[in-house]
């Protein structure tokens, strides 16, 4: 009994090995994924089967040489200005984020999400400036008398971020003819807006990043929530990228997946990147529950966020 025991035993893992191992490689040119950085588990430790050519984070120089790349670094200054969305008249105040050096930078426009403009979502904004851009962060919930957390979404506010486009590219310091869009949780939804509803990514936006989105429109009947993704994503051709966490909210994390895969199929230029180790929210918790993980997902998607728009504002120079 002991010996068949065993037998079934070491049988059940060997079939459990196989199977991990065959999840761990079928990760190649005709995979199925949305994630740029899928990764399968061993028993022992993950591991990424794509080809070489295919893992666009791979830094010879770095993995060889031992090379890092220097991250840019500004000091930050910032101004509290406010525009006037024409649709309606409505005033919307806004920070303005650059670097302290004197001279013009890029132009990125950063929508708050669901949370409002408050103390821990502004470092976001401030973490771009430092990069070596000028940030227009505008509060569309205080230009409205929203109370922060709304469950509802109002559609003015829309006109309000798409104002924000024009009054960030009058700006005197800006460098380019045209802005990047960067935002996080239903702040990506008010910039897919933007850039489709507004038609931005005709004229005045070169590329969108987005944190964690609320792909889906709020007010939206619940099974839209949970198995559909905003009918915007299949018009949006901005090259674009978006981060999430591993343990992200399952029904933000669906859409998501869900929407990159289509836009894939349709040659977009489209990037999903998740981070293990960490959920919703990695960029902006605050120090007393704070991850080691969500240190160096945010650390890294900054940079990334950074490459990525100075890349794509580049051909932007006024």
Same mark, same amino acid.
């Given at each position: 009994? *002991? ?24 990760? =190649? ?10 990764? =399968? ?12 050519? +295919? ?7 770095? #993995? ?14 910032? +101004? ?7 649709? $309606? ?6 920070? *303005?984020? @650059? ?13 708050? =999400?669901? +949370?409002?403009?408050?103390?821990? /979502?502004? @470092? ?15 509060? /569309? #919930? ?16 829309? =006109? $309000? ?34 850039? /489709?509803? #507004? ?8 590329? #969108? ?50 929407? /990159? ?7 977009? $230029?489209?990037?999903? *990147? ?45």
């Amino acid at each position: 009994m *002991i010996k068949l025991a065993t037998s079934i035993f070491i049988s059940t893992v060997s079939i459990f090995a196989g199977v991990l191992l065959a999840n761990a490689t079928d990760i =190649g040119p005709n995979s199925n994924e949305a994630s740029d950085t899928t990764f =399968g588990k061993r028993l022992n430790a993950p591991i990424n089967t794509l080809p070489q050519e +295919r893992k666009f984070w791979w830094d010879s120089s770095w #993995y060889l040489d031992g090379k890092l790349e220097v991250p840019t670094n500004y000091d930050v200054v910032e +101004r509290q200005v406010s525009y006037v969305n024409s649709e $309606d008249g409505t005033e919307v105040p806004a920070i *303005i984020y @650059r670097p302290k050096k004197a001279g013009k930078f890029p132009a990125v426009l950063f929508q708050h =999400g669901r +949370r409002g403009l408050d103390e821990l /979502v502004k @470092r976001l904004a401030k973490r771009m400036a430092a990069r070596g851009f000028v940030v227009l962060a505008p509060d /569309v #919930y205080a230009a409205r008398f929203i109370d922060t957390l709304p469950i509802e979404h109002l559609l003015e506010t829309e =006109g $309000d971020v798409n104002a924000g486009v024009d009054f960030l590219l009058q700006q005197k310091d800006v460098s380019t003819s045209k802005a990047c869009l960067y935002s996080h949780t239903r702040g990506g939804y008010y910039t897919l807006r933007v850039a /489709v509803k #507004y038609r931005r990514q005709e004229d005045k936006i070169a590329c #969108y990043v987005s944190f964690y989105p609320h792909w889906q429109n709020p007010n939206a009947a619940e099974p839209m929530q949970v198995y559909r993704y905003a009918s915007e994503l299949d018009k949006l051709t901005l090259p674009t990228m978006v981060f999430i966490g591993e343990y992200e909210q399952y029904q933000r994390r669906r859409s998501i997946e869900t929407a /990159v895969k289509f836009m894939k199929k349709a040659n977009r $230029d489209v990037k999903l *990147i998740i981070y293990p180790g960490v959920g919703r929210g990695f960029d902006f918790r605050p120090p007393n529950v704070r991850t080691f993980a969500d240190d160096l997902a945010t650390k890294d998607a900054v940079q990334r966020t950074a490459n990525f728009m100075k890349r794509h504002l580049s051909q932007w120079s006024k």
